[in-house]
């Protein structure tokens, strides 16, 4: 395992009847969560970065952590903080979230 | 878990001084791996999609298998069958392709 937790977060938009993730906040999110792990001195050990669509549209911003494979959906700005302390620093997925 | 095995390809594709894989054939890898699935009905099991830059740049193409974290550089249209035969569906890790 190359880092401890490796996050995917669709940033797909095309022109789809459900809405796509990257049409959100998708490429927002990947940025607060790079600012929140470099203050924490997180961003060795954990990943993350953009990616295709992660098949749950409609329920965007979607996001996927490896290597559990739990996929969080409709997930904000706010939630960044939460996600960052409950789940890839104390390994306890935030429930309210999850998808899939 | 979702999906059986869940696949990032790097389509990364910025101006960098080391090759970025984008610009190499990462997104016809995607074409070829989805379509040697479809044909084995393997496709709703196994997902692969297009991600970001993995962090190997000067060894991409590059992706990764999820859940075992195994990163795969260098890897060649002409991979694609073996990976899926010996990594995707039988779990052993091709290891003449892995990095990291």
Redesign the interface.
Known sequence: ???EK?V?ICSNDKDAPKKCCGSGHGMELVEKFKATWAAQGLDTKI?I???????FCGKGPTM?V????V?YGNVQLADVEEITESHLVNNTPVSRLQI?
């Not at 970065?49 to 098949?55: F, K, M, P, T």
């Not at 490896?66 to 494979?69: A, I, L, S």
């Open positions: 395992m190359h880092f490796h995917f990943r970065q953009r990616a295709g669509c992660l098949d996927v490896y290597p559990e494979g996929f899939g």
